[in-house]
């Protein structure tokens, strides 16, 4: 990413960053509710501090989530050579990060097996 610059928008990118503001709309009226209830009164005692604490770290997690795909949606690269020289990369970077996921599920279902 420190290769790229940020660029205006291109093609259909405008109907992808409508979609993105309706979901994280969404996302954020589905917290401030679930924060609503909780102080209301409306949560048990015992589950009300998970409740929050779980409410706080997914809207944080939705805000920052939200904020890299809009920074990252605008960069593109600045040179045509610079273009040539990363291709590829994104397939690699893919298919790491799937061998990887791959890896630690496989170490989490044989834990669960025994």
Known sequence: MRSMSPTSHHDGEGVDEILLYIA?????????????????????????????????VRFLHV???????????????????????MRGRECVTFLLVVNITMFFFGIYESMNDR
Request: hydrophobic share 50%.
């Open 24 to 56: 994280f709309i969404g996302e954020a009226a589905w917290c401030s509710c679930e924060l609503t209830q909780y102080i209301s009164g409306r949560v048990d005692a015992a589950k009300g501090a998970v409740v929050l604490g779980v409410t706080i």
């Open 63 to 85: 805000f920052s989530q939200t904020w890299f795909i809009l920074y990252s949606s605008r960069l593109r690269l600045a040179r045509n050579s610079a273009k040539i020289a």
